[in-house]
C-alpha cells in the first residue's frame, strides 16, 4: 500500500512555463512535507518543505501549497527553466522522536523544453 | 563541508555473492538511514541509526540485509546472499538529531545482481 501517491510520472513543459507535480498522503500523523530534486547521478536533495500548519510556502519560483482536508499537496515552478529538469520526489514523515523515517511518492520526471 | 558520501558507486554481482555497502554520513549527524529506489519505483526506507543504535529496521526487506554502524560513524548494509530482486539504488542519508531535520541524501549505490 503506497502511501504517498505522486503524479504525473513524467511532465513536459515549455520554459517559462508553469510546471506542478501533486501529491496525495493518506496518513494523517504525516506532519511534515519535504520535497526533493534529483540531477542524474547525484542522490536527492531538500527543494523545500512544509509543515501543515500553513497551507503554503513559497521559496524563489518553488512553492509547495498544502491542503490538510484533501491530504494533498503540490509543487509549483514557476517561469521554469532548463536547469529545473530533473526528478522530484514528494515526502511525507512524522517528527515525533525515533520515527523520521520518509515516506516517499513514486517520483515526476520534469523536461523543461528550451 | 563534505556531504554523505558513499562507496562503492557502482556493483554488479552474481545471484548468491555477497556485497557491502558503505556510507559516510556528514560528520556530527547522529541519524543515518537507508534507503532504496528499484526500478523507477519509489524511495523506500530500510532501516534509520541513532549513532551506533538501529532505532528502526521495520524496512529491512529480509535477513539477507545486515546493517550495522561502528562507533556511530559510518554504516555498512550487507547484502548475503543476494538476489535478482535486490538490484536497484540504495540511498544513504543523515541528519542531526531533532525534530524534523533535513535528512541529507549520499548519490547512492547502483547495485545490479545477475
Known amino acids: 500500500q503506497q502511501q504517498v501517491k505522486q503524479s504525473p510520472q513524467s511532465l513536459i513543459v515549455q520554459k517559462g512555463g508553469i510546471s506542478i507535480i501533486n501529491c496525495a498522503y493518506e496518513?494523517?500523523?504525516?506532519?511534515?512535507f519535504p520535497w526533493y530534486q534529483q540531477f542524474p547521478g547525484k542522490g536527492p536533495a531538500l527543494l523545500i518543505a512544509?509543515?501543515?500548519?500553513?497551507s503554503e510556502k513559497k521559496e524563489g519560483r518553488f512553492t509547495i501549497s498544502f491542503n490538510k482536508s484533501a491530504k494533498q499537496f503540490s509543487l509549483h515552478i514557476m517561469d521554469s527553466q532548463p536547469g529545473d529538469s530533473a526528478t522530484y520526489f514528494c515526502?511525507?514523515?512524522?517528527?515525533?522522536?525515533?520515527?523520521?523515517?520518509?515516506?516517499f511518492g513514486q517520483g515526476t520526471r520534469l523536461t523543461i523544453n528550451p | 563541508e563534505a556531504g554523505v558520501t558513499q562507496f562503492p558507486s557502482h556493483s554488479v554481482i552474481e545471484k548468491g555473492q555477497t556485497v557491502t555497502l558503505r556510507c559516510d554520513p556528514i560528520?556530527?549527524?547522529?541519524?543515518l538511514y537507508w534507503y532504496r529506489r528499484v526500478m523507477g519505483k519509489e524511495i523506500k526506507f530500510l532501516l534509520h541509526?541513532?549513532?551506533?543504535?538501529?532505532?528502526?529496521e521495520s524496512g529491512m526487506p529480509n535477513n539477507r540485509f545486515l546493517a550495522e554502524r561502528t562507533g556511530g560513524t559510518y554504516s555498512t548494509l550487507k547484502v548475503q546472499p543476494a538476489e535478482l530482486e535486490d538490484s536497484g539504488v540504495y540511498f544513504c542519508?543523515?541528519?542531526?538529531?531533532?525534530?524534523?531535520?533535513?535528512?541529507?541524501f549520499g548519490p547512492g549505490t547502483r547495485l545490479l545482481v545477475l
Open positions: 541509526f541513532v549513532k551506533e543504535s538501529k532505532q528502526d
Open positions: 560528520s556530527g549527524h547522529d541519524n
Open positions: 496518513n494523517t500523523a504525516f506532519d511534515y
Open positions: 542519508a543523515s541528519s542531526l538529531l531533532g525534530r524534523g531535520e533535513t535528512q541529507y
Open positions: 512544509i509543515r501543515p500548519d500553513v
Open positions: 515526502a511525507a514523515s512524522t517528527s515525533r522522536r525515533g520515527a523520521q523515517k520518509l515516506v
